[in-house]
């Protein structure tokens, strides 16, 4: 709940307008307050406060604590949440918001979301003002570029409205998402495994491939696809390292890998970690185009539709997707509101579940996409990004 300023009473304020001051500070506190700070903020004498306290927890609105603070155990309106975000562009997105909505409705509380663009600072910070003049009680964002993150952060903290950051570690807020260094680690795994049982464990080159406008969570998945390659094989030539900048585009990305396989020998093996699943669709684009299918292993990081569609593909050189479950987000994001919304103890990082998808389990995690792996229509999507 929002952090409450002092309230200033109406002069000659019935007994109902006064009650209903000690309630709003009471629901607004972001902790169970004492008679003394309910008193200090209300403007009301501790005593009146205090008899006031005692019929709303009569009837059930408070709730008196062991350590004889209180807390709000009902609202006069439903909750309303804020999400604000690209909602739209790839299936990630579109199964957050969807798993949203429906957590949302389930749990009896009200959504109002905003459509960002990524990169449209000014849209960004209209939405954000947005759910400031809407009131909501928590306000939760996906922003790609962190450094707009940043200023959503800053300008709800400003108003005092709790958020949540999802996928972007932002300060101030408690973060929902990837655990980025064990995900790239799973994903390093994946790769080295795949090198040991059909290459002999020998390769020629590592490529990691990045963007330029995210950061934090990038750096954190590199780092661990390292060091998940290491578990497997030990000490790493660092010179056979390629950083390669796709962005989160599959054609950038296609582009990036091309030149990148028009420089090296047409037998070179290589590991290839995509930072998501657009950035390794792209790259296994360019292997198809190249012929090079045998030679390249590609891993992406989401398991969103556009990679599980891949990984069903035969021949395919995407081999696998570390999961984040999106369509699960939603009930996680919405629990996390409720303890924040109730002042409990939130940890400041939630993470989501993390599992290799490949061709031996997506048949029991994603039978869908298995059941459609012959159909042409999901080949062409595969290969051509069907929604970014």
Known sequence: MRRSSKIEPVKGASTLDRGLTVLEVVEKAARPLSIQEISLISGIQR??????????EARGYVQRLDDKRYRATKRRRRVLL???APLSGNTFRQDVVASLRQAA????????????????????????????????????????VESLGHMIADFL???KVPFITVERPIQGGVYFGANNYLAGKLAGQALGRYAREHWQ??????????????????????????????????????????????NPSIETSQQAMAALLDRLPGEARLLVS?????????????????????????????????GRAQIVQPGSPFIASVAYFPERYGQKLVDIAVHLLDGDAVPPAVYTDHLVIDRTNIAQVYPAEAEHADDPAVAENATNGFAR
């Open 82 to 84: 804020g999400y604000c």
């Open 201 to 246: 464990g020998a390769y020629d080159e590592i490529v990691l491939l990045e963007g330029t406008y995210t950061s934090t969570n990038v750096h954190a998945r590199s780092a661990g696809v390292l060091v998940g390659l290491r578990e497997i094989f030990g000490d790493l030539d660092e010179s056979r390292v390629i950083h390669l900048h796709g």
């Open 274 to 306: 995509g930072f998501n699943d657009l950035s390794a669709v792209g790259a296994a684009n360019a292997v198809r185009a190249a012929g090079r299918e045998g030679y390249v292993a590609i891993v992406g990081h989401n398991a969103m539709g556009e």
């Open 47 to 56: 005593l009146s406060a205090y008899r006031l306290l005692s019929t709303l």
């Open 157 to 159: 903290a400003s108003a």
């Open 105 to 144: 409705t389930a749990g009896g509380m009200d959504l109002v979301t905003h459509d960002n663009r990524a990169e449209d600072a000014q849209q960004v910070m209209r939405n954000a003002r947005a759910m400031v003049e809407e009131r909501v009680d928590l306000a939760i964002f996906f922003q790609p």
